[in-house]
């Protein structure tokens, strides 16, 4: 079983930043690809970031680009996501999650991760 715990999330002013930690335990966590999505009321799940096992590969979804970035210590077993510029249509409740596919390849489909932590809110105020 795998645990995932998120955290730093808050309040913030447009144009601030945050960062989220995404903790993880119960199996080997460096081998594994990572991703963060998000989830604003009444809206569905969508990608936000994700990173390969290694580190060595991201993908972002256009709405962050340039302005999110996702990181990974595999000694720490943590996965971040510095976000930089907040816009309030970055409120939403953050969710990191753990894939078991062996992939050299960011994965940007929820359905391709098999665990999930119990998220964390951004509110970005105008």
């Known amino acids: 079983q795998v645990q995932l715990v998120e955290s730093g999330g808050g309040l913030v002013q447009a144009g601030g930043s945050l960062r989220l930690s995404c903790a993880a335990s119960?199996?080997?966590?460096?081998?594994?690809?990572m991703g963060w999505f998000r989830q604003a009321p009444g809206e569905e799940r969508e990608f936000v970031a994700a990173?390969?096992?290694?580190?060595?590969?991201?993908s972002y979804a256009d709405s962050v680009k340039g302005r999110f970035t996702i990181s990974r210590d595999n000694a720490k077993n943590t996965v971040y996501l510095q976000m930089n510029s907040l816009k309030p249509e970055d409120t939403a409740v953050y969710y990191c999650?753990?894939?078991?596919?062996?992939?050299?390849?960011?994965?940007?489909?929820?359905?391709?991760?098999?665990?999930w932590g119990q998220g964390t809110q951004v509110t970005v105020s105008s």
């Open positions: 119960g199996r080997t966590f460096s081998a594994y690809p």
């Open positions: 990173i390969t096992w290694s580190g060595g590969s991201t």
């Open positions: 999650a753990s894939s078991m596919v062996r992939t050299p390849n960011p994965l940007v489909r929820d359905v391709s991760y098999n665990y």
